[in-house]
């Protein structure tokens, strides 16, 4: 199994701060990466696939780099609606698997 | 729009089956891969397996030797069979679909609401 780590796991941020959260895989996936947000009771949101295409109606605030091995999602401009756990997930083998998450909160 | 909908027990008995229906609508179930992901209280994602819409299969390694998807194309539904649940299977658990985002890549585009699943006595 591919394993997907994160970090940091938490973090404290204000709003209009820049984030980056990094996310990296125990082999390479190519760009078969992909980001999702989730608030706290609520589903998984698709932010980001294929390590930097946005989803459809995602704001641009957020984006996304990397391959390889070697992956962050940035956030320029922390809006309060941001404020959530990020999970990056690879595509690439079977089994699908998700990192443990970056849970970003308020300063 | 696509809209998935689980349904099923919220309480499963130790040793028992846990069986659950996703439900599609908006959409057809022709040409994705349709899957289940589960998420135990306050812990991360676990994906469990996806069926294609040929009815070809895969599944969690970890999961394997306990879990059926199968797949109902003429009510738009697939369903989730995981035998002798212990406590640890205690999650919330989404179905999603998959959709291509070309060249090899997958992302899980549309979830389910997630339903929480109990097991206990």
């Known amino acids: 199994d591919i394993q997907m780590t994160q970090s940091p796991s938490s973090l404290s941020a204000s709003v209009g701060d820049r984030v980056t959260i990094t996310c990296r895989a125990s082999?390479?996936?190519?760009?078969?990466l992909n980001w999702y947000q989730q608030k706290p009771g609520k589903v998984p949101k698709p932010l980001i696939y294929a390590a930097s295409n946005l989803q459809s109606g995602v704001p641009s605030r957020f984006s996304g780099s990397g391959s390889g091995t070697d992956f962050t999602l940035t956030i320029t401009s922390l809006q309060p609606e941001d404020f959530a756990t990020y999970y990056c997930?690879?595509?690439?083998?079977?089994?699908?698997?998700f990192g443990p998450g970056t849970k970003v909160d308020i300063k | 729009q696509v809209q998935l909908q689980e349904s099923g027990p919220g309480l499963v008995k130790p040793s028992e089956t846990l069986s659950l229906t996703c439900t599609v609508s908006g959409g057809s179930i022709s040409r994705y891969y349709w899957s289940w992901i589960r998420q135990p209280p306050g812990k991360g994602l676990e994906w469990i397996g996806y069926?294609?819409?040929?009815?070809?299969?895969n599944y969690n390694p970890s999961l394997k030797s306990r879990v059926t998807i199968s797949l109902d194309t003429s009510k738009n539904q697939f369903s989730l069979k995981l035998t002798s649940v212990t406590a640890a299977d205690t999650a919330v658990y989404y179905c999603?679909?998959?959709?291509?985002?070309?060249?090899?890549?997958?992302?899980?585009?549309?979830w389910g609401q997630g339903m929480l699943i109990t097991v206990s006595s």
């Open positions: 999603a679909r998959e959709a291509s985002c070309g060249d090899d890549c997958y992302s899980f585009d549309y």
């Open positions: 082999q390479s996936i190519s760009a078969y």
């Open positions: 997930q690879q595509s690439y083998s079977i089994p699908k698997t």
């Open positions: 069926i294609f819409y040929s009815g070809s299969t």
